[in-house]
């Protein structure tokens, strides 16, 4: 009999451990998707996305084509393309232990449908864009952010979340 109850007296441990361990790890995924974000210093260069409550700094002038420019830059915010301040990439995921709210800024950016807003403030200038189209494409598909009319703005991850399968494109116009 007390053999017995020592199992159970284990096996609940074990449980209880078990439980622990995963909200630790998986606690910063849930409070990006649950809790609105905190209220933050204002940064100079920001971007805003209410629908998936994405807020992060924007990090100008990043190389997009050298990993060792822009993984450092990911991991403070939201990158701005060196040569191109209408393309803006960032994370959608990182491992769970070192997941912040700045560094997987891109975590739901999939959820964004046609007339969501994104804004972009900098300095004093504040300007609002509407979703029109989004795309997953290839990561060797970057035709799509060679060219961008000066009125719009890309916004791409990794897709699907955790992987670095395909990129998720999210275009966006200034609105009037």
């Known amino acids: ?95 769970p232990w070192k997941i912040t709210r700045y560094n997987t800024a891109f975590l739901r950016l999939g959820e964004l449908q046609k007339g969501d807003r994104i804004i972009i403030a900098k300095g004093d200038l504040t300007q609002q864009y509407q979703v029109i189209n989004k795309k997953e494409v290839w990561p060797w598909e970057v035709q799509y952010v060679k060219k961008i009319d000066p009125n719009q703005i890309i916004l791409m991850t990794c897709t699907p979340v955790g992987t670095s399968l395909k990129r998720l494109l999210v275009f966006a116009l200034l609105s009037p």
């Open 1 to 95: 009999m007390k053999n017995l109850k020592t199992r159970h007296l284990l096996g609940n441990i074990l449980i209880l451990a078990s439980l622990l361990i995963l909200s630790f790890t998986y606690y910063p995924m849930i409070k990006l998707y649950f809790l609105p974000p905190p209220k933050v210093q204002n940064y100079s260069y920001s971007i805003v996305i209410p629908k998936i409550n994405a807020y992060a700094p924007i990090i100008p002038n990043v190389n997009p084509w050298q990993k060792s420019e822009y993984l450092p830059a990911l991991s403070k915010g939201v990158a701005q393309a060196k040569d191109n301040s209408s393309f803006f990439f960032a994370h959608s995921s990182d491992l």
